[in-house]
Nanobody, 124 residues
Framework: VQLQASGGGLVQPGGSLSLVCAAS????????MGWFRQAPGKEREFIAG????????YYADSVKGRFTISRDNAKNTVYLQMSRLELEDTAVYYC??????????????????WGQGTQVTVSS
């Protein structure tokens, strides 16, 4: 499956932004999906994951309560709704898919399909 992330942009602290990851191919529902981000000089970090049927979701502590991951398998799409954005949320955001068993995965190495990334900048 090929992934295309979009929706990034410039937003003020406290604002909201929604990211979209569109997948091509027929096997989208077989993938656990995740969102990661990478800030300059830092490692890529897991921020949210969702199970194959969308029934289970998982978050990094840094975004819990502010970000929401969801998916629509009929549309081959996974979403990341971000609210109460902070300066520290500035990063390139990536969506990724994993065929490994389990409901979610936190390690980037567990994902074999990656989107190209979309820049999110939180600045006043």
């Amino acid at each position: 499956v090929q992934l295309q992330a979009s929706g990034g942009g410039l937003v003020q602290p406290g604002g909201s932004l929604s990211l979209v990851c569109a997948a091509s191919g027929r096997s989208f529902g077989l993938y656990v999906m995740g969102w990661f981000r990478q800030a300059p000089g830092k490692e890529r970090e897991f921020i949210a994951g969702i199970s194959r049927n969308g029934g289970l979701s998982y978050y990094a502590d840094s975004v819990k309560g502010r970000f929401t991951i969801s998916r629509d398998n009929a549309k081959n799409t996974v979403y990341l709704q971000m609210s109460r954005l902070e300066l520290e949320d500035t990063a390139v955001y990536y969506c990724a898919g994993s065929r490994l068993t389990g409901n979610y995965h936190r390690r980037p190495d567990d994902y074999d399909n990656w989107g190209q990334g979309t820049q999110v900048t939180v600045s006043s």
